[in-house]
Nanobody, 117 residues
């Protein structure tokens, strides 16, 4: 089964930048949307940035102007460039792919991002 492998998380000071990457271990057919979610301690998982195939990226209000999602279709890879990071961005970030006729979900294992003040 295809897996999503994330990398790029870590500890950064407020105002700093990180770049997350998520690569599929194999081919995923009929990708509909690729993107990133996050879950902070004690909170529900929320959508951060998603990019549909052939469409325009959509961002959570809290990250607009600071985060940029992009994808490499040929490599089945999605990226999240995070600039001007804030302590409230601290969370586990998960890569997600929705694919196939039934909008099936594929999730990465998560990568921790910690922003210190």
């Amino acid at each position: 089964q295809v897996q999503l492998v994330e990398s790029g998380g870590g500890l950064v000071q407020a105002g700093g930048s990180l770049r997350l990457s998520c690569a599929a271990s194999g081919t995923i057919f009929r990708i509909i949307i690729m993107g990133w979610y996050r879950q902070a301690p004690g909170k529900e998982r929320e959508s951060v940035a998603v990019i549909p195939t052939g469409g325009v990226a959509n961002y959570a209000d809290s990250v607009k102007g600071r985060f940029t999602v992009s994808r490499d279709i040929a490599k089945n890879t999605v990226y999240l460039q995070m600039n001007s990071l804030k302590p409230e961005d601290t969370a586990v970030y998960y890569c997600n792919v929705k694919y196939g006729m039934g909008y099936r979900d594929l999730w990465g294992q998560g990568t921790q991002v910690i922003v210190s003040s």
